[in-house]
């Protein structure tokens, strides 16, 4: 991957798993229920791509977006991120909306008018990852992350 694509990159997506169903306390938004399965987060940064994704990955921070609550979990493991300098985060997150997919109602999505930024696509994985792939997503790749997942 270029430096000058993750230097243009605004917008990303996670592809969370969730290892057994929990209940995580996610700000305003209460007690929420996850369900065991893969779900996708979209989120943007205007400056420091880099810096965010990192803050995701770290298990050590302070708590402020509601992605942080679940992140915090041990039963949440980012399996993948991918990027994109085109697309707004919005505009992604309704394009998997008019999928079809299950989402969490609000969450991510506190200073836009999307119904949510996280979705729950546990039978849909490899139809995300082609409508991705065909909307210009790459995915992240940087050696530390890497060696973190694996």
């Known amino acids: 991957m270029s430096n000058v694509l993750i230097n243009d990159a605004k917008t990303y997506i996670?592809?969370?798993?969730?290892?057994?169903?929990?209940?995580?306390?996610?700000?305003?938004?209460?007690?929420?229920?996850?369900?065991?399965?893969?779900?996708?987060?979209?989120g943007s940064a205007k400056r420091g791509l880099k810096a965010r994704i990192e803050r995701?990955?770290?298990?050590?921070k302070n708590?402020?977006?509601?992605?942080?609550?679940?992140?915090?979990?041990n039963q949440a493991k980012i399996k993948n991120i991918w990027i994109n300098g085109k697309l707004k985060e919005c505009q992604i997150a309704r394009r998997i909306q008019r999928k079809g997919y299950d989402f969490m109602n609000k969450f991510g999505s506190s200073d836009c008018n999307c119904p949510s930024h996280l979705f729950f696509i546990n039978k849909g994985a490899r139809k995300v990852q082609d409508l991705l792939k065909k909307?210009?997503?790459?995915?992240?790749?940087?050696?530390?992350?890497?060696?973190?997942?694996n």
């Not at 995701?56 to 050590?60: A, E, G, M, Q, V």
């Open 14 to 42: 996670l592809l969370i798993e969730i290892l057994k169903g929990l209940n995580v306390c996610v700000g305003r938004l209460k007690d929420i229920h996850f369900k065991k399965g893969f779900y996708l987060y979209i």
């Open 56 to 60: 995701h990955l770290s298990r050590k």
């Open 63 to 73: 708590i402020f977006w509601h992605i942080d609550y679940l992140l915090s979990s």
């Open 135 to 149: 909307k210009g997503f790459v995915k992240y790749a940087d050696k530390n992350y890497c060696s973190w997942l």
